[in-house]
């Protein structure tokens, strides 16, 4: 069975910055694509940011010039650097990840909250 466990959220600032990990464990071959996604109450979630293994990177307008997203192969871990928070970054980030072992799974985690108060 393939885990993904998020860390990192919390409470900040506007202005403020919060950095968010998520390691996958489990039975692992590799890990395609990683990405963080964000649910708002009452909202559908969407996609904030994703990396491929290579490293190409894909980011949603508004978080652009202000979140970066990172990853360690080696670890199985995806790292989101989020500076210039505003209120309207609060929701739950989710981790997701496209793990392989026999088979090829997209797996996501269990979310973590970040409010930022104005």
């Known amino acids: 069975q393939v885990q993904l466990v998020e860390s990192g959220g919390g409470l900040v600032q506007a202005g403020g910055s919060l950095r968010l990990s998520c390691a996958a464990s489990?039975?692992?071959?590799?890990?395609?694509?990683m990405g963080w996604y964000r649910q708002c109450p009452g909202k559908q979630r969407e996609l904030v940011a994703t990396i491929t293994r290579g490293g190409s990177t894909n980011y949603a307008d508004s978080v652009k010039g202000r979140f970066t997203i990172s990853r360690d192969n080696a670890k199985n871990t995806v790292y989101l650097q989020m500076n210039s928070l505003n209120p309207e970054d609060t929701a739950v980030y989710y981790c997701?990840?496209?793990?392989?072992?026999?088979?090829?799974?997209?797996?996501w985690g269990q979310g973590t909250q970040v409010t930022v108060s104005s």
């Open positions: 997701n990840a496209d793990v392989k072992n026999w088979k090829v799974f997209d797996v």
């Open positions: 489990g039975i692992i071959f590799s890990i395609n694509a």
